[in-house]
């Protein structure tokens, strides 16, 4: 765990990014400066070498001019022995090696010895067009590594005499040089200034490292640490970082931003804490407020209950008095015909009683025409005196009952006009009846609007209510927030519950403001 924080860490990202460039740095440095050597070596062994071929073709020059072979072989013969790590070879037009400090060399075909592509090239171009090549090849002669150069042999005047003028160059002399122990030479000076080069980097790597650990990492770390305790709450540190670098800047920028969120935090903390408490009391207050609304609902409701039912009422007691008023008409109706009928009794009582009067006096007459006739009209007499005392007793029923009649329809008048002023004060009861039913609809119908808006009131002071008791609750947790900060100040009082009810609300949910 630990390493695995230090290759993440800020330490291991500078050492690894001062190793890389001073690798990549050194690396050219020494790339650079190990071609030069190698370069300059080469150019030195190929000057000698050429200084070598100059000697060797001035040496023989003489001696092949006049043909002495012997003089060339012990020429040869002292290259062999004096000169280490090289060879001769002197060969002619048709690459065949005439002499050589070799003596295995003797008669072989040039072009089979050389192995370098660009030698071979240099070869034949020398015997093919009289170019002679002006630079020195690498090759590997019996493994080894060798330098190998070309002087071609001019055919001159003095050489007329034995070649003739056909041909401007007779052939070459081909010297090699052993430069192994030169390239283990320059092995060993890059294998040094390698290890010279490594060793001063890792050195100036750590030197670095230590002068920008102290004026970059500690500072960093202190700035990390700072940083921490900010995200941790902890207001109280303080960096002191005297550097008059950017970093020393940032560090007093830091410091500053401790010291003003030191102050910030500890006003806010308190004025939480007052807005935690007026947010409770208006939370409580709220509640209390929307419980009375409750209350007056509930009040209006059962209010606009009993109006609806005072309406109903008054439409049956509307429709109660329509009906009596129907009934009080057609008994209205009925005493005017009972007063009518009793008019017709009266008249027949009437008749009756002339009926009765002329019965009388017809019985009167029969009396009389009795008494005149004597014995013989006795049984008329008697029957006439019957006939009179039925038309007496009729007169007196009929008299009797145009009394009764006429105290009849006096009442049947009285009753009538008893009727119609019943009928006529019915019919004010229900004008009133209908005027205090449309009052008692309108007062209905106000309840009922009255009603739905005290509903609407009511989920209005509910959604008040919750998004108080979310107030209050997010005033609650601010609180509680800020006093997990430590600052220079006093510590608030201990967060205290407001009074009211404080919903807790869920992770996650989403607080009105």
Request: glycine residues 8%; aromatic residues 4%.
């Amino acid at each position: 765990m630990e390493v695995k924080r230090f290759l993440h860490s800020l330490q291991f990202k500078v050492i690894g990014s001062l190793a890389v460039m001073f690798t990549l740095v050194m690396g050219t440095i020494s790339f650079i400066n190990l071609r030069d050597m190698s370069i300059s070596s080469h150019d030195e062994l190929q000057a000698t070498a050429n200084l070598l071929a100059d000697a060797v073709y001035n040496g023989i020059l003489q001696p092949m001019s006049i043909g002495d072979s012997q003089t060339i072989n012990q020429q040869m013969e002292s290259f062999r022995k004096n000169m280490t790590g090289g060879e001769v070879l002197i060969f002619g037009f048709d690459k065949k090696i005439t002499y050589a400090s070799q003596p295995a060399r003797l008669h072989q075909d040039l072009g089979k010895i050389l192995v370098n592509p660009q030698a071979l090239e240099a070869l034949e171009r020398l015997v093919g067009q009289n170019q002679a090549p002006t630079q020195a090849f690498d090759e590997l002669a019996d493994g080894k590594p060798v330098l190998t150069l070309f002087r071609p042999m001019m055919n001159e005047p003095r050489c007329h005499h034995c070649h003739g003028q056909s041909r401007q160059t007779l052939g070459g002399v081909l010297v090699r040089r052993d430069i192994a122990k030169n390239q283990d030479q320059q092995s060993a000076i890059r294998l040094r200034s390698t290890i010279i080069g490594l060793s001063g980097s890792l050195l100036a790597i750590f030197l670095i490292y230590l002068l920008i650990s102290m004026q970059v990492i500690r500072p960093v770390h202190k700035l990390v640490n700072l940083a921490a305790g900010l995200s941790g709450g902890d207001l109280t540190q303080t960096l002191n970082i005297a550097q008059k670098d950017e970093l020393g800047e940032l560090a007093r920028s830091m410091d500053q931003v401790s010291r003003n969120l030191n102050q910030v935090i500890g006003l806010v903390g308190q004025k939480s804490q007052h807005m935690a408490e007026g947010a409770g009391a208006q939370a409580a207050g709220v509640e209390q407020t929307a419980a009375s609304m409750e209350e007056m609902a509930s009040m209006i409701h059962r209010n606009d209950q009993h109006a609806q039912r005072a309406k109903g009422l008054m439409d049956d007691t509307s429709e109660l008095l329509q009906r009596a008023r129907e009934a009080m008409r057609q008994l209205s109706g009925f005493m005017a015909e009972t007063s009518a009928a009793s008019d017709n009794v009266g008249k027949i009582i009437k008749t009756i009683q002339e009926v009765a009067f002329q019965t009388n006096l017809l019985a009167l007459n029969a009396a009389v025409e009795a008494a005149r006739a004597g014995e013989a009209g006795a049984g008329f007499a008697v029957v006439a005196d019957e006939v009179r005392n039925l038309a007496l007793r009729a007169a007196q029923a009929a008299q009797d009952t145009d009394s009764m009649i006429g105290d009849i329809v006096l009442k049947i008048k009285q009753g009538s006009q008893l009727v119609e002023s019943t009928d006529g004060q019915y019919r004010e009861v229900a004008v009133k009846v209908g005027e205090v039913a449309g009052l008692v609809g309108e007062i209905a119908r106000a309840s009922h609007e009255q009603a739905q808006g005290i509903e609407q009131v009511n989920k209005a002071m509910a959604d008040i209510d919750q998004v108080t008791q979310n107030h209050a609750a997010v005033a609650q947790e601010l609180a509680e927030e800020i006093a997990h900060f430590h600052t220079d100040q006093a510590q608030a009082a201990p967060a205290r519950r407001p009074p009211g009810r404080l919903p807790a609300p869920e992770p996650g949910q989403k607080q009105d403001f």
